[in-house]
């Protein structure tokens, strides 16, 4: 009597099992097929419909190459100072529109977090943040224009505003991640619900508050660049007036550069930051007088511990849903 | 102040300690925030001159705006040029996502230790990504109008390169924090680099991805609206010429309207990813 | 001190967590209350400063009546009232010292304590609490560079600087070793002698229970079902109140007997 590799079973008695047991057939992934088609449908109808001519599209590559080649062969960095100027007007705007989101958000966030707010009240500020964050910046500039000016004051203004959704929405998340210990403790002591908020809540979100206002200033940096729309001033308006209205291509390499460069200059300066905001202080753990108590974190191999409820705003991402 | 009397003091060194002064980081970013905030807010040769009684001031003006918004011209909604508008962002969007989505995907792998082959092929994908999104939406917009043209084609460029960014830096942060197991056995059974990103890492950062990718087409619906201005097309091209011509009463109208269609997408948009994730 | 009287809570979930629960607390005395996880210490605890509502009975403390629902009130109570907890519940990011103001909420002006202007009164007993625990100078550090008996005891700290009649402790061991459980618990016990505060403590362990507890009340599924001093309970009664034989995990010290 042969034995299969099926354990100690017959052939019969395998042959048995195999009828009782099917073999399942790959399922059918209906939600992949629908996905896939929808997508390549869309695709093909919009590429069809959009009004595109096939000569813009043939010209593209050798076009592209072409004005690359007017811009930086060879460089020409007379125009640098005042690339640089400009530079420094989209850096202005873009600092006080973070600075303007952050002051208008700091309130709204705490209504908006669930664990501190009844449901009417969290409904009601997410709705506002939602507003504020499916306008996009040049609808605000363009309705605020007329009555502030054509100035960087102005693209500030539309800047702060259209932050402040984000910076509330995320700032909501960071509340909603603290630990309820300290709250309850609060509640337990007799503090009313602004104390609670200000010794049991804003300690443990300032951190990654903080970092998030830098984040948006990141963002902001790119998008002070719809000034340009309109002529509002900043590196924006310049590369649009090179490159769009006077074709100064040179010239507009040299402001393209200097923009790229401090761009990612500020990227890298506020990305440190953020990181060592939320990482908190390194311990300067003092073993003190209390022999025999071994402070968490300090065993061999540990770390520095993170506290924050969310970490990801440190490595300058996060979960936009 | 005798309520809670103290004990006789047994352990040494319990000397009530004096109030330090604030770490210095705290101190000099505290005083960094505030500094940087004056210096460039206010109004000298590198400040914009921020003020907020001028802003006040303005306030008091004859305001366009509102003038519009008293006498909304509803009709313009249905106007051709309008509805051509909106079929060409949402065209504009779906194109540059799809087409931003499938190049973001190797860059997004690439760009993190796990999915690339070696550290030089890490270090340039990463400087590349950070390139492309340190020049905005509206800068590759005006560049490919002045070398190709005003219409559609640019607009979608400018927003290829947009959804490119934003899909590639957040799909390569989950790919940074994916469980490495699945990575450790693929490796252990002999899998080659391509095959392990295959089998191990895709699997795992597919939902992400798909749903920032949706995401995208979102942020794209919104920054069509800026392309306009420099003639790359969408919605935007109406929004300038109402603009530019101080038509109040029909601008206010399309910015509603448009925000009622950035609504719904939204809506269905955060539907499906709940479905994904 | 502390009354309870046919004391019920159920919660939203149908979980009934305390039955018909009377019992009576003398001034300065040291109560521990025992029983399974799940057999509602906790949900008694809390009942006394209001954090969970009596579902029926009453609950007093002196000859206020605890309810939750008045909030300026319970407020009030609170403020006399303080509170251990198991997880210490520090805010981490921020000092020592601000953690013990957090005792002082009540008692000073909402814009003081909002700016944090406290009053160099409060900060004095802030600080003359931390030296009753002994910690006084760690009074600038951030909690989180304090061991876990550390922040326990600025967690005590907390309670005292609210000047308190009553004491509750929700497992103030829990998440300690056991040299430092007995420190945590050695400092409550003197603190209730010297300073003739009720304390109402919970504990898991049944030798903690016996060694610190003037009084033991042991609960069994939200049940009263023993009331008397420590000395007395012995192996029989908490065979009793577990409803289950006793294993080494019902002590803190394995290798200790009861």
Known sequence: MARTSTGGMTDAQAQQRSEDIVRPEKPFNRFRWTVTITLLVLFFVTSATVDIELSQLAALPERTLFYLGLMYTPPDVTEAPSAITAMIESLGMAWIGTMIGAVVSFPLAFLAATNLFGKPVVFAARQILNFFRSVPEIVFLILLLPVTGLSPVTVALALGISSIGTLGKLGAEVIEGIEGGPVEAAAAAGGGRLQRIRWAVIPQVIPEIVALWLYRFEINIRNSAVAGAVGAGGIGTLLVRQIGQVREWAAAGTSLAIMVIITLLVDTISGRVRRRIIRGPTRAVDLGANAGEQPEGTGPGAGPKREGPTGSVGGGSFVPV | ?277 | MITFENASVTYPGGVQALRDVSLELGDGEFVVIVGLSGAGKSTLIRAVNGLVPLTSGTCRVGDQVVDAHDKKAIRALRAEVGMIFQTHNLVKRTTVLNNVLMGRLHRTATWRTLLGAYTKGDVELAMQALERVEIVEKAYVRASNLSGGQQQRVGIARALAQEPKVVLADEPTASLDPPTSHLVMRDLKSICRDLNITMLVNLPFLDLARAYGDRIVGLRAGELVYDGPAEEADENVFRDIYGRSLTADDVLEKEGSL
């Open chain 2, 1 to 277: 102040m005798s309520a809670v009397p103290a004990a006789p003091s047994s352990r040494p060194g319990s000397a009530r300690p004096d109030k330090p002064p604030p770490p210095p980081f705290v101190l000099w970013g505290s005083l960094g925030l505030v500094g940087l905030t004056l210096v460039l807010g206010w109004d000298w040769e590198y400040g914009i001159g921020f003020s907020l009684r001028d802003i006040y001031d303005n306030l008091g003006r004859y305001n366009p705006v509102l003038e519009g918004v008293r006498n909304l011209d509803w009709s313009t909604l249905a106007s051709p040029t309008v509805l051509a508008g909106f079929a060409e962002t949402f065209q504009m969007a779906a194109i540059a996502t799809i087409l931003g989505g499938i190049v973001a995907l190797p860059l997004a792998l690439l760009n993190s230790v796990t999915g690339a082959p070696n550290t030089f092929v890490y270090v340039a994908v990463k400087n590349f990504n950070s390139f492309i999104r340190a020049i905005p939406d509206l800068i590759y917009a005006v560049f490919f109008v002045a070398a190709i043209g005003r219409g559609a084609l640019p607009g979608v460029l400018a927003l290829f390169f947009l959804s490119i960014a934003v899909i590639a830096k957040l799909t390569s942060d989950i790919v940074d924090g994916i469980d490495q197991g699945p990575v450790e056995s693929a490796r252990a059974s002999g899998a080659s680099h391509t095959q392990m990103v295959k089998t191990a890492v895709l699997p795992q950062i597919l939902p992400g991805y798909t749903s920032f990718a949706l995401y995208t087409f979102e942020i794209n619906l919104r920054g069509s609206a800026v392309l306009g201005f420099v003639g790359a097309g969408g919605i935007g091209e109406v929004f300038n010429n109402y603009y530019q011509r101080g038509w109040y009463d029909r601008l206010v109208a399309v910015v509603i309207g448009f925000f009622v269609v950035v609504f719904i997408v939204d809506r269905i948009s955060i539907a499906v990813r709940k479905r994904l994730l």
